[in-house]
């Protein structure tokens, strides 16, 4: 039986969530090394994603390594945080080209902190630049800024590489990079050779994709640096724990990482705004690891001949077999 | 021609934004008091909906009834906020008794506090009452829990009306009171006269419902004390300004209302979270005077008779040529 | 151990479908005889229930009868086609009284034969009874033309029952009976004891409930009648095999009706639009095998226990875990 | 003032409608010939883009074109009909080699007399290609097979042009062509000069897209072939009359094509269900007007201004000025 993937989560997943209703925070603040111990006390993450700033934005970074290696956890990437106040109107769209060039800078700076923690790659998340009313943008515009900064700071770090998180949207109405397919079509006007995607399979659900099927986009294209998994009701963002309302469809979305020998970290990206932050991590990685042994036991040849026939109803049974066999810990 | 309606805002249109990612606000925070200023620069609201406890909670009550005096302004209604850190796991259903006593007790408080400030109605929205994920819930109590405490609350305040604000989730993934309909069965469970609605647009139009049609269930049992009105893409309460996407149905949803005679307040709930909030306001309002205007022009004899045929192209047509021709500030 | 569930299914699910863009339909004619046989081969099937008029019109009734003891049926319904072209602007709520009685007669048609037949309902699906634009209609008399056509039926045929089938949209745009809500609050005017519902799981799902909390609901007013189930992607009716998508929430769903002592038949309303008609009954039947077995070994108590405290994981782990299991044919 | 742009419609918006309820059709069956002559009755449309084969298959050439000659109408394309029972599960993607080569034959036989009715393109509309259950389909093979069927097809008729037509679902629970950015990515993948994009606003819309920024995106890559207009709730393509709800992003979307110098065919697709058929499309071209007036007076250095800040109200408030005021006939 081949190993089990690492696990490992955003960083972020152990700390104090808002809205912009409990304005006051689900919970009280949580340092950057606090929210570390809380990731070691999973158990079973190799990996985290941290943002920054780091909380407060002067933790020294030695002892934010050791943190880490206490913890057994290791820096996956950073996640600069271009979202905020500052970035309220737009990061890498602002209308205002001061504040564009303080987005990029921080990136920059994430990005050579990233290379000095050994990172594998700089997540880009631009959630603040798209649009939100009918005639607000100049959309050509918005695009071409969009692609301008992440080819600039993908040519100042050319050792590193920036994978893009696309969101259909949340918190602007509407994201530029919101899809599989816009963020590759951005990534080939760009012409960099280090700049990929992050699909994060709730984001994927309900912007009408099939999350498996938008995986395989990317990977067909080299450009899957990275995964993060969850789940939602289909409207909206609610990073809910995996599996717990698609399992049929998370279950796709790993065999075809599987099938296309992709050997990334299996990664959480979860809100567990009124749950406990350790055990909603645990109850994640619970899933992936049933989903893992549904693997070993999933009949490849016989699925790929049903799929060859596009037999839905064949294509289901055998997953289901697998995916309801699992806890059983059989091996093919 | 009769008289133009009031207008008015939650007073949180005017205050700090915070959602999960801008978790250090759009834009610095702003008091209670300075709030009501903001309101008052709008120049054409008449009332406002204030969230209780006032920020600072020991704000002064005299004091601020003068501030409102002194911006025109009268409070309509108090908002207690039974969805902040508190009761981020619910108010009303909370699973915790104790909790579930300071919601009521936090809204009876607010309560005594209308009466004094001469409210029209307390507004209850519990939105952190429903529930996440599938399994996690015994519905029927949640639902028991709902109806019990608005009962008690009215109850208690029998001089007082309590309008309950529907909506479909958010922040839960799914409310109790999520709809017209549901909300309806509620208060009919609740046997008191002093429950009713107050029907967002925006929440009605995300939930699938026609807000004319749902206004009209409400207003045929007697039970809409109140409206908010702002505008979003179907998919999320986006609590953009009135009209900017949908004006035909904001314009169906008024004609409903004066068609049955309600002649309450004009609200506003927006959240220009990007935008200059005095100025989102009047770009709201002026959405509704237009509106009114096209109101007075909508030849209502000619939409009665399209209606009683059903034939949406000529009611379609008779309400496009009011609406477009609200502008010339013709008359009938 | 206690007897499983009697399956049915639609007899639709085995005739020809069309759309749109099939006009000739996916694949071709089968006449209601022939239907009944493509039923009888499922070999699970206790029963049908069956679309008025017959195809063709003229089948003779003991012919049909006997058609479906030879293949071990039962009818359990009837469904009155009130949504075909004579009925496409309306059938209750025709805006021409002529169709509208012409409705409300072939509906009692159905009524005589589902008494000679023995069914246990007569399943009402106004389909084409709602609006598609703003300002089209005057809701408030669609809802009044509704209600009375409903009265009507079940004073004239006392003896009987009638099973509202709500439905969010499709073929409509917008359908008076769109939520069980709305369709609970239409029986309370109706003032007459013989309307129940039929809740369609599909239905629920994609109108933004969440399915075995509005079972619950129709059950505490003990109006739930009937149930079909089948899946979906949240936004259309799509008519998929039971469990391909939602498995959890399907769980949660029959769940309910077991807790509730509710012992109807669990049915199909399945569209295998390009899957072989048996073979996707078969395979709807073995995914509700599945989860009859999960429910024989869930922890009730442990779950119940849970749901006191709203623990999401707990609920979860719970669920899951007899889910998951279910195939090891444990019992408890 | 510039001239007016020319009208059309696809022909189909004057035939039979079906669905799977009203399986006898809203009303009775239409030739070809008869749908042309009711096209001609509208008496604004210039052009007609009309399905193949005809109805009935055997109509006469020659007696076609008269027709369209005699009613003032022009053939703008064909499309074929490559979503009948035949390609039910399937046309350029059937599992079926035969029925592939099917599906290419008749697109193949379609461009044929495209080029003899001089049409300006052939409209491509695969609505069967896709997948309709998780784990169905190879999506990998999916896609090419829908690339090679059209690169084909282009190379076989190099002097022609093809548009694809994408939409996110229906009949297909998924299809492969399902927005602007696939299509782009595919039509690159494709290497051939002579294929693009034919923009169905609704398809945008319901596919999360904003319409105005699809198109802008199309025309930068000077792939915008044609566009259709028609209307919906934003869940599913109800093609309902242009204007109906989303009156502002439809002037948007034009507003963008004005300003990229675009100069093709306004052209409807509806399906007045239950409308009378002329007077739909009447009501659409109406509504196409108001929105060209509004454009001739729209203030588009002030609107460009205030896009160049992102100013939401500012540019809402001029978009708005216009869309009211066209009804005046001014002109800047």
């Not at 301008?148 to 949340?170: G, S, T």
């Not at 049929?248 to 932050?277: C, I, K, M, S, Y």
């Not at 839905?312 to 091996?331: D, F, K, N, V, W």
Request: with cysteine.
């Amino acid at each position: 039986m081949p190993d089990e993937p690492l696990y490992g989560a955003g960083l972020w997943h152990f700390g104090q969530f808002r809205d912009r209703y409990a304005t006051d925070g689900y919970g009280p603040p949580v340092t950057t090394l606090e929210a570390i111990d809380r990731a070691g006390q999973v158990g079973d993450l190799s990996v985290v994603d941290i943002n920054y700033p780091f909380n407060p934005a002067d933790t020294d970074v030695d002892a934010l390594q050791q943190r880490l290696r206490a913890n057994g956890l290791r820096a996956i990437a950073l996640t600069p945080e271009i979202y905020t106040r500052t970035f309220c109107r737009g990061g890498f769209t602002n209308p205002d080209p001061g504040i564009r060039r303080q987005a990029i800078e921080l990136v920059s700076d994430a990005a050579d902190l990233a290379r000095r923690l050994g990172c594998d790659y700089v997540k880009l998340w631009p959630g603040q630049d798209g649009w939100d009313y009918p005639f607000q943008a100049d959309y050509r515009e918005i695009w071409k800024l969009s692609i301008d900064a992440v080819r600039e700071l993908a040519q100042r770090h050319p050792d590193l590489r920036f994978a893009i998180e696309y969101k259909p949207r949340e918190p602007r109405n509407r994201m530029t990079f919101s899809s599989a397919a816009r963020t590759l079509l951005a990534i080939d006007e760009m012409e960099v050779p280090n700049v990929g995607i992050l699909l994060d399979f709730g984001h994927s659900l309900y912007g009408l994709e099939s999350p498996a099927e938008a995986a395989g986009m990317i990977l067909a294209r080299d450009k899957l640096y990275a995964i993060d998994v969850n789940d939602n009701f289909r409207g909206w963002d609610d990073d809910m724990v995996v599996g717990s309302v698609h399992l049929v469809e998370t279950f796709e979305f790993f065999h075809t990482l599987q099938q296309a020998g992709w050997n990334g970290v299996w990664q959480l990206d979860q809100f567990p705004f009124r749950e406990d932050h350790v055990e909603a991590a645990r109850a994640g990685i619970d899933v992936m690891r049933t989903i893992w042994r549904a693997l070993q036991i999933l009949d490849v040849k016989a699925l790929a001949e049903a799929q060859s026939r596009q037999d839905a109803l064949a294509a289901q049974r055998i997953a289901r077999s697998a995916l309801l066999g699992a806890e059983r810990g059989e091996t093919r």
